[in-house]
Nanobody
Framework: QVQLVESGGGLVQPGGSLRLSCAASGNIFSINAMGWYRQGPGQERELVATITSGGSTNYADSVKGRFTISRDNAKNTVYLQMNSLKFEDAAVYLC????????????WGQGTQVTVSS
């Protein structure tokens, strides 16, 4: 059984920074793409950033230049460094990973809350 566990959310002032982490555990053969999505109140889930197993990255236009996604393949962990946070970045941030066990399946974490408030 595979689990994704996020950490690092919290309350931050506009202009501040947070670093999110998401660790995958379980009977994992390999991890393909990993990524972060977010969902604000009453809003649809949206892509924030993704990273392939080879390190290629993709970002939503709204976070380019402010957020950086990275991963540590040895630790099965993906990170999201968020700088220059804005009010509109407030949301539940969810980790996603495409993981191969016996099969290749999309997995989601439980989410971590990011609140931006002065």
């Amino acid at each position: 059984q595979v689990q994704l566990v996020e950490s690092g959310g919290g309350l931050v002032q506009p202009g501040g920074s947070l670093r999110l982490s998401c660790a995958a555990s379980g009977n994992i053969f390999s991890i393909n793409a990993m990524g972060w999505y977010r969902q604000g109140p009453g809003q649809e889930r949206e892509l924030v950033a993704t990273i392939t197993s080879g390190g290629s990255t993709n970002y939503a236009d709204s976070v380019k230049g402010r957020f950086t996604i990275s991963r540590d393949n040895a630790k099965n962990t993906v990170y999201l460094q968020m700088n220059s946070l804005k009010f509109e970045d407030a949301a539940v941030y969810l980790c996603n990973a495409v993981i191969t066990t016996r099969f290749t399946t999309d997995y989601w974490g439980q989410g971590t809350q990011v609140t931006v408030s002065s």
